[in-house]
């Protein structure tokens, strides 16, 4: 694998397309794979869900996340065996939903590589670490009116406390979007981290 591979993972009611666009400038240092949320969003004409934010509560948010990981795990995996590689192997990239859906991955202890999220939150339970730690990245605008820089700054101690190797970078003046400050923090923190040292999942016939 010449170039690290970033999943990427959109924010509710958005898509695969429009991610793709805003992350192009990481082409020279990885390949960009971005994925269309599972269900079509249910709050407007277009665009896609991880899942459906109709009515959500704090309370119901994890149940919701918890429902739209096996969808994922199985989106990956089929991902990771189509390139040969293990699915750990997969660099993790979620803006907003997208970002909580990534937190989630980690948290559940479904991904020990490497993952990034942006202007995102942690809604599922820590499970205790059994293999090698994931390294995160949290990225998060301090003006961000749609998610508090409190929610990436609360995910990152847990994280960290929990054993994980955690980085929290703050940008400002970019809001709740992807912006010139985040693809400097993501391209300086991928340059920075080595990936996971896994073998090749690839079956030779």
Not at 161 to 170: E, I, K, M, Q, T
């Amino acid at each position: 694998m010449s170039r690290p591979i970033i999943v990427a993972l959109h924010g509710v009611g958005s898509s695969a397309r429009d991610l793709a666009a805003a992350l192009a400038p990481l082409a020279p240092i990885a390949e960009v794979v971005a994925l269309d949320g599972c269900e079509p969003f249910d709050r407007g004409p277009s665009g896609r869900q991880w899942f459906s934010i109709a009515s959500v509560t704090e309370a119901d948010r994890p149940r919701r996340v918890a429902g739209a990981l096996p969808r994922l795990i199985n989106r990956l995996d089929r991902l990771a065996a189509d390139r040969g590689v293990d699915r750990h192997a997969l660099t993790l990239l979620g803006f907003s939903q997208g970002a909580i859906m990534t937190l989630a991955m980690v948290a559940q202890r479904l991904h020990h590589g490497r993952a990034i999220a942006v202007a995102g939150r942690l809604a599922a339970p820590i499970l205790p670490m059994e293999g090698r730690p994931a390294s995160v990245l949290l990225v998060h605008d301090r003006d961000d009116p749609i998610m508090p820089i409190s929610l990436s700054q609360d995910a990152a101690a847990r994280l960290a406390s929990a054993g994980d190797h955690v980085a929290l970078r703050a940008t400002d003046e970019v809001g709740h979007a992807i912006s010139g400050p985040t693809l400097s923090a993501i391209r300086d923190w991928l340059v920075a981290t080595p990936a996971p040292l896994l073998q090749s999942t690839l079956i030779e016939g």
